[in-house]
Nanobody
Framework: QVQLVESGGGLVQPGGSLRLSCAASGSSAIINVMGWYRQAPGKQRELVASITRGGNVNYADSVKGRSTISRDNAKNTVSLQMNSLEPEDTAVYYC???????????WGQGTQVTVSS
């Protein structure tokens, strides 16, 4: 069983920045995909950004140009740097991990990001 520990959430003023981090532990299996999803009240959970083991990245249109996702394969960690935050970025952010083993994926417990003055 894989455990995901998230950090970096909190209250940020509009125009500010934050860095979300997630560390995976509890398994020696190879991780193919790591990423971040978010869910705002009354909305569906949506992909924010993801990165494959080989470094292929994918961003939601709403965060392209102001976000950077990165990972350390040796440490099994993924980070999301977000800049120029706005109230519409307010949501619970969830770390996501997909293993090389078919059908094996895991979710973090979620960390709240609130953008407000």
């Amino acid at each position: 069983q894989v455990q995901l520990v998230e950090s970096g959430g909190g209250l940020v003023q509009p125009g500010g920045s934050l860095r979300l981090s997630c560390a995976a532990s509890g398994s020696s299996a190879i991780i193919n995909v790591m990423g971040w999803y978010r869910q705002a009240p009354g909305k569906q959970r949506e992909l924010v950004a993801s990165i494959t083991r080989g470094g292929n990245v994918n961003y939601a249109d709403s965060v392209k140009g102001r976000s950077t996702i990165s990972r350390d394969n040796a440490k099994n960690t993924v980070s999301l740097q977000m800049n120029s935050l706005e109230p519409e970025d307010t949501a619970v952010y969830y770390c996501y991990v997909r293993l090389a083993v078919v059908g094996r994926s895991y979710w973090g417990q979620g960390t709240q990001v609130t953008v407000s003055s």
